[in-house]
């Protein structure tokens, strides 16, 4: 016999809540939770669709891993630190008990090791695809939120790690083909995100700002942009590719276009230049300018001769 709604609840999700008292043991209909005086609460929230976001046949342990670090992703590109999340599982009613009990494992992984705990949601059933909802709860020094409207002309627009892998290792998952040392490694970066949160908190009163990479390079850099009421030049050959992405076809597209990766992608004043070094080799993570914003609205990306780069799509929509 399946889980029911309530063992569910009660088996496995319950003791994902132990060590957060407002949490109330996942037994009242909501949580409590105080903010100091002195923070400000940051609220995020991320789906995952089967089929669209995540492979059918992707361990669940990681398709839990991705669902919590997309979010904390988006915790990481404002500068917050994690404190609890809410979610809800619609899941149709042939999902077995172990893969639930394996993404449970996963959850409970996860959140140790970035300091949050499961405060309350929902499971329900659907007669569609599984669905994996998750709202993401962080705090931040009041006022010091990374935003995406504060970048202004003449600043470095830099990105951290590298970018186009999680695209690659989706299109190795559907059928490119590349040896294992190649493929292991993007496979991994496109089911279990590195969600930037140390760096994240860094760059708070540094960057002017910032957001993660989910839809890809061009499309976020782009939200930046037009939030902050300036334009950008940058340069395809200073984006930052994978030693295993450099090998395979279509690895520039992938970077500019791909998505999924969650680096975070942040502009700063040129003055502020001289900290990213030290920055970086603090945080052990690449950190790379790869162009210059400008007053004159638009995006322009060009090779190393200055000539356009006009990719086929920007980045990922759903509609």
């Known amino acids: 016999m399946s889980l029911g709604e309530f063992d569910f609840i009660e088996r496995l999700l319950r003791p994902l809540s132990e060590g957060f008292p407002g949490a109330l043991g996942l037994r009242d209909d909501a949580a409590l939770i105080d903010v100091p005086s002195d923070r400000q ?5 991320d789906a995952l ?4 976001h995540f ?17 904390l992703s988006d915790l ?31 959850l409970e992984r996860d959140q140790k090791a970035f300091g949050l705990h499961l405060v309350g949601g929902d499971t329900v059933s659907t007669s569609g695809p599984l669905v994996l909802a998750l ?27 590298t970018v186009g892998d999680a695209a690659l290792g989706l299109r190795i998952l559907r059928g490119l083909a590349a040896p294992d040392e190649l493929a292991l490694p993007l496979i991994e970066r496109y089911r279990t995100p590195q969600p930037r949160v140390a760096l994240g908190r860094a760059l708070r009163g540094l960057a002017s700002s910032a957001i993660d990479v989910s ?9 930046i942009l037009r939030a902050s009421g ?18 395979l076809p279509g690895a520039r597209q992938s970077a500019l276009c791909g ?18 070094a030290a920055l970086s080799a603090q945080l052990e993570l690449p950190l790379t300018v790869i162009g210059r914003t400008r007053a004159e609205p638009g995006l322009d990306v060009v090779d190393e001769r200055g000539a356009p780069v006009r990719p086929a799509r920007p980045g990922w929509r759903h509609f």
Do not use: Q
């Open 215 to 223: 839809d890809g390079l061009i499309a976020d850099l782009g939200h």
């Open 76 to 106: 990481a590109a404002m500068g917050a630190e994690p404190l609890a999340y809410l979610m809800v599982v619609a899941r149709p009613a042939d999902l077995p008990d172990p893969w639930l009990e394996d993404f449970v494992r996963g």
């Open 135 to 161: 709202t993401v709860l962080g705090l931040v020094p009041r006022g010091e939120a990374l935003r995406r409207d504060g970048a202004r002309p003449g600043e470095l627009v830099c990105v951290s790690g």
């Open 259 to 276: 998505g999924d990766d969650y680096e975070l992608l942040f502009t700063l004043p040129a003055e502020r230049e001289p900290v990213l």
């Open 55 to 71: 492979l059918p046949d992707d361990p669940a342990d990681l398709v839990a891993s991705k669902l919590l670090r997309v979010n």
């Open 230 to 247: 300036v334009g950008a030049r940058i340069e395809a050959a200073a984006v930052p590719l994978s030693a295993p992405a450099r090998a």
């Open 41 to 45: 609460l940051v609220v995020a929230k």
């Open 49 to 52: 669709v089967s089929s669209i």
